[in-house]
């Protein structure tokens, strides 16, 4: 499932291709996503110049010159690819956007979880976004600010920095490494956790992710490729997935358990 990185490295290697560009053609060929395209998408579009593309949570945000926007959620599997308009359409190209450069893009969504909505307002208003939590790369995530969030809460804390009411984009994986990271047993409640262990975590989430971004790559050729695939990253793990190998810093064998409905992986040693 694509995550805050890949998003961002979605959003990083498309825009300057798509930067100022004017939409003179757009084809909605399947409208039934998670939520139905609106009837009037493409009609709207055309003629348009797309003006910015944001990001927020897992939620990319296009801007047009008209004041108009539009939110897209790459759903479960989706990914966005430019293309010519010539080349072959795959089974579950749904939304084809043609640029006045000549390159097409599409929305790619076999499992049709993903969304494009019109924005009405600013973003920040939207109903998919205006209860979500800061942005784990932003001013707002601070320590002091986890801290005081947690206050009280028996919740473990795995579960408590996956919660996107209190900080967005923190998934799964993220969440593992970052806890070994920071040497935080992903069981512990979030309420018993001191200030100085939580500045220790903001920085291993942002570090994280930081290096998951990093390592993303945003050339055109990631998402123009023969393949369709999305250029997202391979991961430089150290604890997800890793059940029975030894910890990289202790030697201790790897544990799993599934907390959340989601597995999860640390070190029983190094993590407290």
């Known amino acids: 499932m ?6 961002e490295t979605t959003r990083r290697g498309v825009w300057p291709y798509i930067r100022d560009r004017k939409i003179i053609d757009c084809v909605v060929h399947q409208p039934s996503l998670r939520w139905p395209v609106p ?3 493409a009609h709207e579009l055309l003629g348009r110049q797309v003006k910015g593309l944001t990001r927020r949570a897992k939620y990319l945000v ?4 008209n004041g108009l926007g ?4 790459l759903g479960m599997s989706g990914s966005l690819r430019l293309t010519e308009p010539i080349q072959a359409l795959r089974k579950h190209d749904h939304l ?7 390159r097409q893009l599409r929305f790619h969504d076999p499992r049709r979880f993903g969304c494009v909505l019109w924005l009405d307002g600013l973003p920040a208003a939207h109903a998919l976004l205006n209860h979500l939590g800061p942005e784990p790369l932003g001013d707002s995530f601070t320590a002091a600010y986890l801290h ?12 408590f920095i996956m919660d996107a009411a209190v900080v967005v984009g923190v998934g799964n994986i993220y969440a593992s490494e970052a806890l070994y990271r920071a040497g935080i047993h992903p069981k512990r409640a979030a309420g018993r956790i001191s200030l100085t262990r939580m500045e220790r975590l903001v920085t291993a989430v942002r570090a994280v992710l930081v290096e998951s971004i990093a390592q993303g790559g945003t050339t055109l050729r990631d998402f123009l490729n023969e393949s ?3 250029g997202y990253f391979k991961q430089s793990l150290s604890v ?3 059940a029975g190998q030894p910890c990289l810093t202790c030697g201790s064998e790897i544990s799993a358990v599934r907390l959340g409905q989601r597995s999860t992986f640390f070190c029983p040693n190094c993590q407290r």
């Open 2 to 7: 694509p995550e805050l990185p890949e998003v």
């Open 39 to 41: 009837d009037n998408f």
């Open 62 to 65: 296009f801007e047009l010159d």
């Open 70 to 73: 539009f939110l897209m959620h």
């Open 96 to 102: 084809l956007m043609t640029l006045d450069s000549g």
């Open 148 to 159: 005081g969030k947690a206050k009280g809460r028996k919740v473990p804390i795995k579960n």
């Open 228 to 230: 369709g695939e999305p």
């Open 240 to 242: 997800y997935g890793k």
